[in-house]
């Protein structure tokens, strides 16, 4: 069966610290990935997607980026985190071609102080 | 640009009763329309309906989807504590660059079961 990984659980960083948070998947291959943020009391927001080893799609311009250095790993990053960089992160895969049905990881809840 | 309206934002109920979450839409050539559960972590997947008219049920869990009006309902009879969460919709709609499928959600609706 497929599992989800996603690390750290938690993250308080101070305003301009670098971020990296890390997303691998196991038990299926070339996987669509998306990295979402959810803020307090809102829906998730699409922040990247990616069909493909290097092919990283953006939704929304910011100071985040992402990165598919192997066909399972997903990782977000940010060079200098800006306060309004807290959130919830979340992961997520589908399978490509039909299957539309996207699986969550655990996420990670990050402050940025 | 694509959207999702979940109303109420947020319901308190005891346990035993019958609630109905809603959710409309506005998308580009919608493909199909998801349900999560949200506790305190990750979305969980319940339902995703493709097909008007066709309920799909899972235990007291019930969806249902009207491609013509727009809008999906949630349904759970005799709710228990343990169905306390946020209950996200989301819908797919036009293929993007990249043919990767997007989910837009909805706010979500929380829903409270009082002992």
């Known amino acids: 069966s497929q599992t989800i990984h996603q690390w750290p659980a938690t993250l308080v960083q101070p305003v301009g610290s670098p971020l990296s948070l890390e997303c691998t998947v196991e038990g299926t291959s070339n996987p669509n990935l998306y990295w979402y943020r959810q803020a307090a009391g809102r829906g998730l927001q699409l922040l990247f997607y990616s069909v493909g080893i290097g092919q990283i799609s953006s939704e929304v311009p910011q100071n985040l980026s992402a990165s598919r250095p192997q066909d399972r790993q997903f990782i977000l990053s940010s060079k200098k985190l800006l306060l309004s960089d807290s959130g919830f992160y979340l992961c997520a895969w589908s399978v490509r071609g039909p299957g539309d049905t996207q699986y969550f990881g655990p996420g990670t809840r990050l402050t940025v102080l | 640009e694509d959207k999702v309206v979940q109303s109420p934002l947020s319901l308190v109920v005891h346990e035993g009763d019958t609630v109905t979450l809603n959710c409309s839409y506005e998308v580009t050539n919608f493909r199909s329309l998801l349900w999560y559960k949200q506790e305190k972590k990750a979305p969980t997947f319940l339902f995703m309906l493709?097909?008007?008219?066709i309920e799909k049920k899972s235990g007291r869990l019930s969806s249902i989807l009207d491609k013509k009006e727009l809008f999906s309902i949630l349904n759970i009879t005799a709710t228990q504590t343990g169905d306390s969460a946020v209950y996200l919709c989301?819908?797919?709609?036009?293929?993007?660059?990249?043919?990767?499928?997007?989910?837009?959600f909805g706010s979500g609706t929380q829903l409270t079961v009082l002992p």
């Open positions: 493709t097909s008007s008219g």
């Open positions: 989301a819908v797919y709609g036009a293929l993007s660059s990249g043919s990767a499928r997007q989910l837009t």
